[in-house]
């Protein structure tokens, strides 16, 4: 691992390489840590001895999202900071050895992203879950997690879709602003 990388901690046992997020208080997402966190990840994926990764934020805080210190000096809606949190997220999710967040404590907003991030393909693919219909034309985190928008583009747009697809139902996992997630079963109507 890059000893520039600060804001996450990794240790190997037995093959499992845990990458602790070490950002105090609350391990929030901001620049430092999306760069570590990727850093890290690039680094334990190319580890010959590594056979599976371990997220977490410690005891006390998994992640609490965004960092709202960043989102105000970008103005809520610019494109963040590189790298962003989908490029992390996407980086995860392609990873060809398996990773797995252990949430404790307070995971919240992109922290939910992120953690959600390190199973979405597995379950899809254990489940049997189409491509097709899985994760259509990405959600909220594809447009750069804009403040207020993550939860309402992917509900509007699973609504819409939903109905031109004419499914039944549809789930959406969002961030709803200042920190908070949630996830959401909607019936089509």
Same mark, same amino acid.
């Given at each position: 691992?890059?000893?520039?990388?600060?804001?996450?901690?990794?240790?190997?046992?037995?093959?499992?390489?845990?990458?602790?997020?070490?950002?105090?208080?609350?391990?929030?997402?901001?620049?430092?840590?999306?760069?570590?966190?990727?850093?890290?990840?690039?680094?334990?994926?190319?580890?010959?001895?590594?056979?599976?990764?371990?997220?977490?934020? @410690?005891?006390?805080?998994?992640? /609490?999202? %965004?960092?709202?210190?960043? +989102?105000?000096? =970008?103005?809520? $809606?610019?494109? &963040?900071?590189?790298?962003?949190?989908?490029?992390?997220?996407?980086?995860?999710?392609?990873?060809?050895?398996?990773?797995?967040?252990?949430?404790?404590?307070?995971?919240? @907003?992109?922290?939910?992203?992120? /953690?959600? %991030?390190?199973?979405?393909? +597995?379950?899809? =693919?254990?489940? $049997?879950?189409? &491509?097709?219909?899985?994760?259509?034309?990405?959600?909220?985190?594809?447009?750069?997690?804009?403040?207020?928008?993550?939860?309402?583009?992917?509900?509007?747009?699973?609504?819409?879709?939903?109905?031109?697809?004419?499914?039944?139902?549809?789930?959406?996992?969002?961030?709803?602003?200042? $920190?908070?997630?949630?996830?959401?079963?909607?019936?089509?109507?």
């Amino acid at each position: 691992m890059d000893a520039s990388v600060t804001n996450v901690r990794m240790s190997v046992h037995e093959g499992v390489a845990c990458l602790r997020l070490d950002h105090p208080p609350v391990n929030s997402l901001d620049r430092e840590t999306r760069r570590d966190l990727l850093s890290s990840v690039e680094g334990a994926v190319a580890g010959p001895t590594v056979i599976g990764l371990v997220i977490w934020g @410690g005891p006390e805080a998994s992640s /609490a999202g %965004a960092d709202i210190k960043e +989102l105000a000096a =970008d103005g809520y $809606g610019g494109m &963040p900071f590189a790298p962003t949190l989908a490029s992390v997220v996407d980086f995860v999710e392609a990873s060809p050895k398996p990773v797995v967040a252990a949430i404790a404590g307070v995971c919240m @907003g992109g922290g939910l992203d992120e /953690a959600f %991030a390190v199973q979405t393909v +597995l379950c899809r =693919d254990r489940l $049997g879950i189409d &491509p097709e219909i899985f994760n259509v034309e990405d959600g909220g985190i594809s447009i750069g997690h804009p403040y207020g928008m993550s939860g309402a583009r992917p509900v509007g747009h699973a609504l819409l879709e939903g109905r031109r697809r004419r499914v039944k139902y549809a789930v959406v996992s969002m961030c709803v602003g200042g $920190g908070m997630g949630a996830a959401g079963l909607f019936e089509i109507l």
